[in-house]
């Protein structure tokens, strides 16, 4: 009896020891991190892309832990040098509302810090109480067999371990975050950062030790013109990977169902009987009808974000983008916003025998003088200046410089550009424009080109101030979008004036 007593605390000494030993040994395939999180953490993570564009969760924490590996993975989405190294480990995290953003990055900075000696990971969130949760996820994990790990007992904000790797919370200040140069910065809930914040973040990462540096940055997208959409439009366009999920990543296999019955049918599309996640169908239900349509959409489908405040809600690119050219058969318009810091706006803009409105072409650019601009724009025309119908502008361009002695309508005529303006209210043009966009007919009669790239990032995000702060109901002068919708509100203004007077001449 004591001989079988003594076998069976001999092997399960050699099954602890194994344990332990597997427990050290730093996964090497994606697969191999599944399973060891599932093992030592246990969390199954997700792994399934269920809808077509989108990421897994499991793919966005392969890139965290692999993506900042001074050798080059094939299968890492970070960038790359010419050499095949890689350049940064950057990333964006687009998930829907419960869809464990805080909780992966929390298990990425817990491997960081465990197999990347000398790894330092700061932890940056929208408010405190963010932060405080990810790194509660962190101390969680620590004491699930990690205690040997560390060096000293964790603080209420910062946990440092014996190879020298840390991590640590900072709080929601630009003070906070410089001076900081670490190799790893996860910014949660970047939605709700403050911009002078998140612009002394971009500044914080360095590459050492072996380690390439990374910033990521991890949010759900409420608003249209917030700064995630800002992030992402930006991420699109330099090449940045981006891992988006929504609820069909994240929610429970649904194998009991009858689909024609469900609430969530018209979003599913059975998309849920192919899911591996954790979030139960019963909640998700429940917090569908809590919600608003446009909440739903942007909180837990990830579509585009709720355009309640929105001034025009209805321009929707599916509609009002198309490919569309020079037609020199149809009389050819520009219409110009004045901007030094702010950026000077130039439109091209034609009109077919039907009234209808193309916007051909945009010139938006800052810190440049009118002589510099004037000879841009007249390089991008496509006929010569006799043959422009008109140039319109903002009538603001007529005053007196007291620097220059001049105004930026004299400036502009002195270059060879002539320029004409009418003064009107800015519900008014506002007014005009949503008449283009969807008429009370429901047609519309605006077509914008892709070319025109600031244009349509305006249209979607210009917005009105937060409720309550806004006695005239006018939207939002941000300096960003206000510009180029000026622009598109001076034409209309002008070219409605213009086609009015002529008539009366008849």
Known sequence: MSETIQLQSQSIEKVSSIYSALRHKKPITKKDLKNYIKVFLGLNIPDKKICLEHSSPMDYLWHAFRGSEAVAWASSPCKHSQDGHATNSDCIVWANRAGGKTELAAIATLLDCIFKPQCQVRILAGSCEQASKMYDYILDFLYRGYENYLDGTPTKTKCRFKNGSSAELLTQSATSVRGQHIQKLRCDEVELFEEDVYNAAKFTTQSKNGIIAGMELISTMHQPYGLM????????????????????????????????????????????????GYLSIDDCITQ???????????????????????????????????????????????????????????????????????????????????????????????????????????????????????????????????????????????????????????????????????????????????????????????????????????????????????????
């Open 229 to 276: 959409h800002k992030i992402v439009t930006a991420g699109l366009q330099y090449g940045t990977p981006i891992f988006k999920w929504c609820i069909w990543e994240t929610i429970e296999n649904c194998i009991d169902r009858n689909c024609s019955q469900c609430p969530l049918w018209q979003d599913c599309r059975g998309k849920a009987k192919n899911a591996s």
């Open 288 to 506: 569908m009808r809590r919600a608003s349509r446009a909440g739903w959409e942007a909180e837990m489908l990830c579509k585009r974000p709720s355009r309640e405040n929105v001034v025009f809600d209805e321009f929707n690119p599916a509609i009002h983008v198309k490919a569309v050219d020079f037609n020199p058969d149809w009389p050819l318009y520009r219409t110009l916003d004045f901007g030094f810091v702010n950026p000077f706006v130039c439109l091209w803009i034609q009109v077919d025998e039907e009234g209808r409105i193309f916007v051909i072409d945009e010139y938006i650019r800052s810190r440049a003088t009118i002589d510099v601009h004037a000879s841009e724009i007249k390089s991008k025309t496509p006929i010569r200046e006799e043959k422009m119908a008109c140039t319109f502008c903002d009538p603001a361009g007529q005053g007196v410089n007291d620097v220059t002695g001049t105004s930026t309508v004299r400036e502009l005529r002195s270059h060879g550009i002539e320029v004409r303006f009418r003064k009107s209210g800015i519900l008014e043009g506002i007014e005009l424009i949503r008449r283009a966009i969807r008429a009370g007919d429901g047609k519309s009669s605006i077509v914008i080109s892709p070319r025109c790239r600031c244009l349509i990032e305006a249209m979607e995000s210009y917005h009105y101030p937060q409720a309550g702060s806004n006695v005239n109901e006018l939207p939002l002068k941000d300096g960003v979008y206000d510009h180029p919708i000026d622009a598109l509100r001076y034409f209309f203004i002008n070219h409605t004036k213009s086609a009015k007077a002529a008539s009366r001449r008849y």
